[in-house]
Nanobody, 128 residues
């Protein structure tokens, strides 16, 4: 099993930055990629970004491209989501997810069902 724990959420004003992190533990060697999703009450969980452990290939949702950066520190089994130029519409619970299946070619997993392990989420609130 793999355990994921997010931290680093909080309340910020629009235009500011925040960097949530996700620490993985357990059998992390069985995972090949990590992702961030977000969800607001009454809406479906939304893909934000993904990265694979080995080559640092990344992929982003159009809504965050150019503002968010996903990165990983393999030595710490930790993934980060650097969020800049935050907007009120970025307000959500942010979830970290791990995927066992490796990426091939230019395919990136953007669906929640394509991930095998999930964290408990961290709240990000952006005030206007």
């Amino acid at each position: 099993q793999v355990q994921l724990v997010e931290s680093g959420g909080g309340l910020v004003q629009a235009g500011n930055s925040l960097r949530p992190s996700c620490a993985a533990s357990g059998r992390t060697f069985i995972t090949h990629a990590m992702g961030w999703f977000r969800q607001v009450p009454g809406k479906e969980r939304e893909f934000v970004a993904t990265i694979n452990w080995s080559r640092s290939c990344t992929y982003y949702a159009d809504s965050v491209k150019g503002r968010f950066t996903i990165s990983r520190d393999n030595s710490k089994d930790t993934v980060y989501l650097q969020m800049t130029s935050l907007k009120p519409e970025d307000t959500a619970v942010y979830y970290c997810a791990a995927r066992q299946t490796a990426y091939s070619g230019t395919y990136y997993a953007t669906g929640g069902k394509e991930y095998d392990y999930w964290g408990q989420g961290t709240q990000v609130t952006v005030s206007s």
